[in-house]
């Protein structure tokens, strides 16, 4: 395949970035739970459930992302750079919109949203804390998303990795600062680490700002944001819509689950948000993968080679299963332990989340094979099927099935997580089922005037 501007090289030359800035991504929530479980785990508790709430509202924010996304590279693979301009354009000042908006919620509603939650009397002061500031950062963070997701589009998936370093590096010597009163300063506690969040997100949109207009030639014009033409916003919505359902459903899923969680203790609600960032990083191999399909089968869609799709889709699902395979093996015999020592000392804890880490071994390939094969139907403009068997198999499976043996029998958090790898591994043999139907074929959202031939794409 000939490499022309704005166009990806291969698998790899996208994964690799990817896997290294999603998994700084996760960092920040990773070193916000490691530094603060130093000080203590009643925090973490309350940290666990805002950030319940703050992950929720990106969810809102990454459906314009993930739209954009997939119309940039079909606009992109068809050869039509002004289009994807105008899409850049549209995303970014939508979302700013939607930003807006969802931090006014947050911070005037913050108590009413944490009691939602099941969130403990005595960790209400620590929740609305960290709540009502981290909410200051959803306006950069929405705008951000759009804007990385432009880039990725653009095959620039080593820019965003670099901003969100830097972003990492901030809020890392922030919460250093804050948190522990370094160097004089007062010792803000779960403030403190909200605070060089948001001032790490605030640096982060800058830097993409400068990035978008270096790195893709497109020069961001106020007056232009503000004005949404229906065919790119219909386009956009067309994939952003479902993806938010599909995506919402999850996190509210994970609410209700993490709301059963609440109800087994302090204790249990610290296990799980220790173990599910340690999940995070487990799964950022396969979601690596999952995103950089994603960009590559919407630019080879765009140009009308479906073959080459359907194979690639197939060839990088081999590769998630086995490397994610390969790292979840030795997590769950004897990994998992290790790690767990690293972020809490309570033993009752450690134990509870290594019991977790065997689960992992059937949770972690489901989970894959679900993102894999979800993110490329999503590239080709199917995107309504995932909603469909998200909603089934999450409310009709998951949400019952975890209340069942967790609550129910008292299996406690292997019940629940027992729920929620049955959840995965059914939305991912129906997410295959529906690939190898390729009816995808007929939703693709731009026709190429003509099919180019059908070269082979290198993985």
Request: charged content about 10%; some cysteine.
């Amino acid at each position: 395949m000939s490499h022309t501007p704005g166009q990806p090289r291969s698998l790899f030359q996208l994964t690799w970035p990817l896997f290294i800035d999603i998994a700084f991504h996760f960092l920040t929530g990773a070193l916000n739970t490691f530094m603060v479980g130093r000080v203590s785990y009643q925090s973490v508790a309350a940290l666990a459930v805002g950030n319940q709430i703050l992950d929720l509202c990106i969810t809102l924010f990454n459906f314009i992302g993930i739209g954009s996304s997939v119309v940039i590279a079909q606009y992109l693979g068809a050869g039509d750079r002004r289009m994807a301009r105008r899409v850049v354009h549209t995303a970014i000042g939508f979302n700013l919109v939607v930003g807006t908006l969802t931090m006014l919620v947050v911070l005037l509603g913050a108590d009413g949203l944490l009691q939602l939650m099941n969130m403990p009397d005595n960790l209400m002061r620590d929740g609305h804390i960290y709540l009502t500031v981290i909410g200051f950062c959803l306006v950069p963070e929405a705008a951000a998303l759009c804007m990385a997701a432009a880039l990725r589009a653009h095959g620039h998936t080593r820019d965003a990795m670099y901003v969100t370093l830097i972003a990492n590096i901030i809020t890392f010597i922030g919460n250093a600062l804050l948190l522990f009163g370094y160097f004089g300063l007062p010792k803000l506690g779960v403030a403190g680490v909200a605070w060089s969040t948001v001032f790490g997100r605030i640096i982060a949109l800058a830097l993409l700002v400068w990035l978008i207009q270096k790195r893709t030639g497109i020069r961001l014009v106020p007056a232009q944001l503000f004005r949404w033409p229906r065919e790119v916003l219909g386009k956009i919505m067309h994939i952003g819509l479902p993806a938010a359902g599909e995506n919402l459903s999850w996190m509210l899923q994970f609410m209700v689950i993490t709301s059963f969680v609440a109800l087994m203790g302090d204790k249990a609600l610290a296990t799980q948000s220790f173990f599910f960032q340690i999940c995070l990083f487990i799964l950022l191999f396969g979601l690596s993968i999952g995103l950089g399909t994603e960009i590559l089968i919407g630019h080879l869609v765009g140009a009308g080679k479906f073959e080459t799709a359907y194979r690639q889709l197939l060839h990088s699902l081999k590769l998630g299963l086995l490397v994610t395979t390969i790292v979840v093996v030795p997590m769950a015999f004897g990994g998992g332990h290790l790690v767990m020592s690293w972020f809490s000392s309570d033993p009752e804890i450690v134990a509870m989340a290594t019991q977790l880490f065997f689960i992992s071994l059937i949770l972690e390939p489901g989970r894959t094979f679900n993102i894999v094969v979800i993110n490329s139907l999503r590239a080709t403009g199917d995107a309504r099927f995932p909603l469909m068997m998200a909603l089934i198999s999450m409310w009709g499976l998951a949400i019952p099935l975890g209340w069942y043996l967790g609550l129910h029998l008292g299996w406690g958090l292997i019940g629940i997580w027992l729920a929620l790898a049955a959840d995965e591994w059914t939305r991912g043999l129906a997410m295959y089922w529906r690939w190898k139907s390729r009816r995808w074929e007929k939703k693709v959202l731009i026709q190429p005037a003509a099919v180019n031939a059908d070269i082979g794409l290198s993985g």
